[in-house]
């Protein structure tokens, strides 16, 4: 096997890995809310694969779960490749090359209660011409408490600093840029770390960092979940939430590469539009 199949091969393998891993620390939650609570069954991920039309151009698994704690999950893992379309040829090293081949997880979590904050992951591998890692993690919390955006940018940076301690700042910077709504001048999050074409020029180095930031979420967002899963909320609280959520709608659909990708270069309709809540409104 060849340098850049092996490499191939290791990069899905780890992202399957890493959505395997998330799915049971997050149906272990909802086991310990229904053991607590008796509020009836636990949330349980149901698989559905897919493929392209041509499915020697690959396909993935969508996993999703409405569970107690959970209202709306999904988790991603796929693999595929193809030509670039027009519009992503330059920014993606396609211009002399079209051909690109990539592997990812990401995942989206609205939860139904308030007080639990909302949050979206992802990492992936792309290889054109060029080679290189991409991803991050942001949490929305309906109501911005200071301790747990405060422990999740301290995963994200220890995560960082276990590469390059240049790479926490640039790229919570980053991330800060990126999920903003130009349109109501606001913030979508709490923020986090964003990344994309990270090439250091060592491909393990930057493998091992891509995994660093999955294992960081890995830790960090399910004790951000049970720390605050049973604190009371009332349907004023419930009402913000669904009126939060509308700002996650509106950067997804209006603003997010991710999204403008998938749709045009032959991705899951599903899949990519996983990311929108169940339940929303606009006042």
């Given at each position: 096997?060849?340098?850049?199949?092996?490499?191939?091969?290791?990069?899905?393998?780890?992202?399957?890995?890493?959505?395997?891993?998330?799915?049971?620390?997050?149906?272990?939650?909802?086991?310990?809310?229904?053991?607590?609570?008796?509020?009836?069954?636990?949330?349980?991920?149901?698989?559905?694969?897919?493929?392209?039309?041509?499915?020697?151009?690959?396909?993935?698994?969508?996993?999703?779960?409405?569970?107690?704690?959970?209202?709306?999950?999904?988790?991603?893992?796929?693999?595929?490749?193809?030509?670039?379309?027009?519009?992503?040829?330059?920014?993606?090293?396609?211009?002399?090359?079209?051909?690109?081949?990539?592997?990812?997880?990401?995942?989206?979590?609205h939860m139904r209660?308030?007080?639990?904050?909302?949050?979206?992951?992802?990492?992936?591998?792309?290889?054109?011409?060029q080679s290189w890692?991409?991803?991050?993690?942001?949490?929305?919390?309906?109501?911005?408490?200071?301790?747990?955006?405060?422990?999740?940018?301290?995963?994200?940076?220890?995560?960082?600093?276990?590469?390059?301690?240049?790479?926490?700042?640039?790229?919570?910077?980053?991330?800060?840029?990126?999920?903003?709504?130009?349109?109501?001048?606001?913030?979508?999050?709490?923020?986090?770390?964003?990344?994309?074409?990270?090439?250091?020029?060592?491909?393990?180095?930057?493998?091992?960092?891509?995994?660093?930031?999955?294992?960081?979420?890995?830790?960090?967002?399910?004790?951000?979940?049970?720390?605050?899963?049973?604190?009371?909320?009332?349907?004023?609280?419930?009402?913000?939430?669904?009126?939060?959520?509308?700002?996650?709608?509106?950067?997804?659909?209006?603003?997010?590469?991710?999204?403008?990708?998938?749709?045009?270069?032959?991705?899951?309709?599903?899949?990519?539009?996983?990311?929108?809540?169940?339940?929303?409104?606009?006042?």
């Amino acid at each position: 096997m060849s340098d850049d199949a092996e490499r191939r091969v290791r990069a899905r393998a780890w992202f399957e890995e890493l959505r395997d891993r998330i799915c049971a620390e997050f149906e272990a939650i909802e086991d310990e809310y229904a053991a607590a609570t008796g509020s009836g069954p636990a949330g349980r991920f149901e698989r559905l694969p897919w493929s392209r039309p041509d499915p020697t151009t690959g396909g993935g698994v969508i996993a999703r779960m409405t569970g107690q704690v959970f209202e709306k999950t999904g988790i991603m893992a796929s693999t595929t490749e193809g030509i670039l379309s027009q519009d992503f040829r330059s920014d993606r090293g396609g211009d002399d090359d079209p051909r690109y081949w990539a592997s990812s997880i990401s995942l989206i979590c609205h939860m139904r209660s308030p007080k639990v904050p909302a949050v979206h992951m992802n990492t992936r591998h792309f290889r054109t011409a060029q080679s290189w890692f991409g991803g991050g993690a942001d949490l929305t919390p309906m109501v911005p408490v200071e301790a747990d955006t405060a422990d999740f940018h301290a995963a994200l940076k220890a995560a960082c600093d276990a590469h390059d301690s240049r790479y926490y700042p640039r790229y919570k910077k980053w991330c800060d840029e990126y999920f903003f709504l130009p349109h109501r001048n606001e913030p979508r999050g709490v923020g986090g770390i964003f990344f994309d074409q990270h090439d250091t020029g060592d491909w393990e180095r930057d493998f091992a960092f891509t995994r660093s930031v999955g294992l960081a979420f890995l830790d960090v967002y399910p004790r951000l979940v049970r720390r605050r899963l049973f604190e009371p909320w009332t349907a004023e609280d419930r009402r913000h939430q669904l009126i939060r959520r509308g700002r996650y709608v509106e950067f997804n659909l209006l603003y997010d590469r991710g999204t403008a990708f998938g749709l045009k270069n032959g991705g899951n309709v599903e899949a990519i539009l996983m990311s929108m809540p169940p339940e929303v409104i606009w006042p």
